[in-house]
């Protein structure tokens, strides 16, 4: 059973902080990583991808992705009020047609 | 361009009725996911159509199917409706035939009575 392993949380940090996500993933052959951003009551927001090991950076998100370690996680620098969400991690499966979800990680961030 | 649409937003049904449910993808692409989301599962993949073919599918019973017009429109379908159906199901495009980064459209929340 291929699975994808988040902290459900909550994760409670202040206004202007760094929130650090993480994520595990099962399947080696797993090739490409999501982060996406779901609001209370909304669809999926699709906040970054990334597919090769490091770091990519896109605004105040960093995302890392270790393949070596099956591991994936989420930096959110200058944390505002408005970043409060569940953040969902997901990977490709190896057939690359559908994405496996972990249940998500709330983030509480307080003004 | 506009995002990807899902129809009906709302639908409440009692148990052993079916239901259809619509999406139509982001103009220009071809490949459409659907999810279920519950609070307990949180989303699980259902199926992936791209240019009429059903390519992938999750681990849920026959009573769930799809399919997808030469548009790229897509429907699922539900029969025999369970109370554990309830959900909010979630269709998602993609513009690579490869797979790649899915768009989610709003998703329909079904109320199983």
């Known amino acids: 059973q291929k699975e994808v392993e988040q902290n459900s949380g909550p994760l409670s940090v202040p206004e202007g902080a760094i929130a650090s996500l993480n994520c595990t993933y099962s399947?080696?052959?797993?090739?490409?990583f999501f982060w996406y951003r779901q609001y209370s009551g909304k669809s999926p927001e699709l906040i970054m991808s990334i597919y090769s090991n490091g770091d990519k950076e896109d605004g105040r998100f960093t995302a890392q992705l270790n393949k070596a370690s099956q591991y994936v996680s989420l930096l959110i620098r200058d944390s505002q009020p408005s970043d409060s969400a569940t953040y969902l991690c997901a990977a490709e499966t190896q057939a690359g047609t559908a994405l496996i979800f972990g249940k998500g990680t709330t983030l509480s961030v307080s003004s | 361009k506009a995002g990807v649409t899902q129809t009906p937003r709302y639908l409440i049904k009692t148990r052993g009725q079916q239901v259809t449910l619509s999406c139509s993808p982001i103009s220009g692409h071809r490949s459409v996911s659907w999810y279920q989301q519950t609070p307990g599962q949180g989303l699980q993949f259902l199926f992936e159509?791209?240019?009429?073919?059903?390519?992938n599918k999750g681990n849920f019973p026959g009573r769930f199917s799809g399919r997808q017009f030469s548009n790229s429109r897509s429907e699922m379908n539900v029969s025999t409706l369970e109370l554990g159906d309830s959900a909010l199901y979630l269709c998602?495009?993609?513009?690579?035939?490869?797979?790649?980064?899915?768009?989610f459209g709003p998703g329909t929340r079904l109320t199983v009575l």
């Open positions: 159509y791209f240019s009429e073919t059903q390519r």
């Open positions: 998602a495009s993609s513009p690579s035939e490869a797979g790649g980064t899915q768009y």
């Open positions: 399947d080696r052959g797993s090739q490409s």
